[in-house]
């Protein structure tokens, strides 16, 4: 873990310290509540290896990064009856970065909590608009071409056909009944 000069990667490596916010770990992320948190449950995603930006952080990871903020916004949910959650990146200063660390941020959000993450959309016109299609074409032709990791191969990049998952969709108890349901359905109960 780290770069010596990262207070991220510092904090990553005081495991006595950081154990009361641990709420998982595997090889490649930490997800830790965070310390001074926007809302109650507030939770920092943060990769092990040291990546300042989203930019220089490996497709492969930024995958397993948002896989697990699924899981995580799911847990919160759950665990706090939250209504919502904002899953958050504040990349570069300009952003609201505070640390050169690339951190995903989980905010549990209740109904008028106070917390505004909302931005008033601005009026563009047709010329505006082609201008920017322009200068970002280029720049956006070629996305689509993942970074490959050497340990996973995606059967879609390779060529080969895709494996089709035989395990059935895990499923939850319901209440007292022993009712099951299955997992993803109540996920789409979120959907507004």
């Not at 009856?81 to 570069?92: K, L």
């Not at 032709?141 to 056909?161: N, V």
Request: charged content about 20%.
């Amino acid at each position: 873990m780290g770069q010596e000069n990262c207070n991220v990667c510092q904090l990553l490596n005081k495991k006595e310290k950081i154990a009361r916010l641990l709420l998982y770990e595997d090889d490649k992320v930490m997800a830790l509540l965070a310390e001074k948190p926007a809302s109650i449950g507030h939770v920092q995603i943060i990769p092990k290896e040291h990546y300042p930006i989203i930019e220089n952080v490996p497709d492969s990871l930024i995958s397993h990064i948002f896989v697990i903020a699924s899981k995580i916004s799911s847990a919160i949910f759950d665990g706090l009856n939250v209504h919502g959650t904002n899953i958050v990146v504040q990349n570069g200063i300009s952003a609201g970065q505070t640390s050169a660390h690339f951190i995903v941020h989980i905010v549990g959000r209740y109904e008028n909590d106070g917390l505004t993450l909302t931005w008033h959309p601005k009026q563009v016109s047709e010329d505006e608009m082609s201008t920017v299609m322009l200068e970002l074409a280029e720049f956006t032709e070629h996305i689509g071409g993942f970074e490959e990791d050497s340990s996973f191969q995606s059967p879609l990049l390779s060529g080969t056909a895709p494996v089709l998952a035989t395990k059935k969709p895990d499923v939850i108890s319901t209440g007292d009944k022993g009712e099951k349901e299955n997992y993803l359905l109540k996920q789409i109960d979120r959907i507004p």
